[in-house]
């Protein structure tokens, strides 16, 4: 029997993104599987899901978790990981805060199939089929997972003990988890494995003192390679967002998009970016401020919410009543938050 | 009716989320197989409303494994959407980050997910049959070569693009920064390193696979054949291109079927939706959807690796030239001067890139990711 730990990688409504992130520790991913046996891993093992369930509980020391929770078969996988689990970690911004995937809480089950599998311009699809979580064909009976109404977070579904932030997070962050781990130092279950300092923190740009007439869109302006990219009018989400990426996009001259979350001690990544675009503003005037914000911030949940619309405050854009509502019963009603 | 049913789930080794059903008759032969997506994320919806020139980053999210590959398509549509043709250097800076992330990325397809099968054998113990046990089979020096090929691919994404996953650089009509004379030697060199590496791995394939006559059986056989168009871009001369071209279909025999620009999609392509998938079934609009069954009077195409190579006349390099000759010679037949008949075989496609793969009722894997 071998006495090293045992580690799960598992993907849910996620890209697969989070799995390269840990394929980027290069020749460290030696030393993980020197330390560790990984029993899960569909994006680069066999290892099957009847497997997973026929193990005892407990039975993984430590299960890194991507992905948001989008079916009832990753709520069925976040439940069936959370009991075989020691540790279970929410890895990266899906898992932690909803990520790109989030943003369809901003509209519905029923709009989404809409769209997809009847309205866009490239289906072919007259008889308006849709997929359906059981189904009939030629005698076989198939099923689907069923589609939920809205995308939750990891732990808005299970327990979750740790979260590393990042879209994904950045292999020097995922090998400082690691080192925790097997040193034993991890910090009380509930924390953020993260920094507490800012993405502007981590900037080489310099800042002076930010005052703004107007937000530009990326197209409208060259930036200056050396100076703030907000003080040049960019929309950035350094001031909101958690350090731990080294400021990577700022380097290539393209503004922080907050895929790190909300900083340390922040619950609600867009009304921390909203403060800080709101405190650069150079006005007093309540009109012209409006106008500055309403022609440079055409998009703002888009803006505000890119990465943590099903993990922040809003959840969600509020549902409309409707006839559909009856077939789609919310499978965690926003009031229990 | 069937009496038996085997259940692959999830699949594995690949990108994104799919189960596999398989019915058998009394007598044990397939009589229906399904490849179901059980995943939707609905981007095609909640991108409506976000700013256009966001897109590069939102649809990156599709899948993580080539972010690359939605980041430059967004790019590329903004190109058109602002009626702007980006200037010489963004496009060849474009086009160079692209072939790094495809050199990067089909080493990882190549020794991390579909290698196993080949380099362990299909025998292997499915714990075995991992890039840990490709690394234990091979040895060490093998796979620091495999780890410093993908380090080397990565770091250049990264000095490039901004992120090593999820790039933030592509910008309607170029892209966001460029990169200076240190930066171009060191990428010169470490591509002179990526063709050393090609080499090596073309060699490793051609003595581990197609020098072992039982594999080589087993993908020419019928039940890894499968005829349909192939789809890929071309430049000028009908040679691959991996960022720019025009779309080009051969037919299951190889003769041309369309060529077009790319905003032309509509008139060649349409999706076809079925009840037990979330992922939609693209095809030949011309020929149109006529269900799961290959051949010339079927729309089913793979957009694949290999449907590329089918539906090119050969490569733009001649080093690659070189390589492509040798791998027709040893699966495909020439048919003339001009085009070569399109190599059928499956199980040398990838699964998990825009692969069209049909057999029985076989769904199409896309990227296992449905948007």
Redesign the interface.
Known sequence: MSSKGKLAIYWAASCGGCEIAILALNEKILDVANAFDIVFCPCIMDTKVRDVERWPDQYVDVCLFNGGIRTSEQEYMAQLLRAKSKVLVAFGSCAMEGCIPGLANLTKRQEIFETVYCESPSTDNRGRVLPLPEVQCDGHHLSLPVFYDMVRTLDQAVKVDYALPGCPPEAPRIWDAVVAILEGKLPAPGSVLGATTTCCDECPRTRTEKKIKEFKRLWQVVPDPNTCLLEQGLICCGPATRAGCGARCPQVNSPCIGCYGPNAGVEDFGARLMAALASVIDSQDPEEIDRIIREGIPDPVGTFYRFSLAGGLLRRAALVPDAERHELPLPSPIAQA | ??TQ?IS??????????GKI?I?LTPKGDVA?A?L?V?????F???C????A??MP??TA?????C?EAHHIASAKALDAL?HVDPPPTAKKLREMFYCIFFATDHT?HFY??GGPDFILGPDAP??Q????GV?QKVGMDIAGRV?KM??DG?NLI?M???????P??A???GV??GINEEQRKEIEALGRDAIEFAQFSLNLFHEQVLGNRAYLQLITSEAYTHRTYNMGTVDGNNHVNFYDGLIRVVGPDGREHAKYPARD??EY??????????L?F?FL?KIG?KGFVDGEDSGLYKATPLSRLNAADGMATPLAQKEYERMYDALGHALGQTYRAPVCHRALGRTGHGSGDYRH?VSRIAHG???
């Open positions: 009716m069937t049913r692959i789930d999830p699949i594995t080794r690949l990108e994104g989320h059903d019915f229906e399904y179901q059980p995943e939707l994320r609905g095609e919806r909640f409506v409303g976000r700013l020139e966001d980053n939102l999210r599709i899948c993580g494994v972010p602002f990882t991390a997910l499915p714990e049959r991992n890039i840990l690394i780890l993908r380090r990565h990264e490039i693009g901004g992120r090593k996953v999820h933030n650089w910008l309607p009509g966001s920064r999609y509509r392509v349409a999706e076809h939706v079925e009840p037990w998938s979330y939609k693209p609009k959807w009722r990711h449905a948007g």
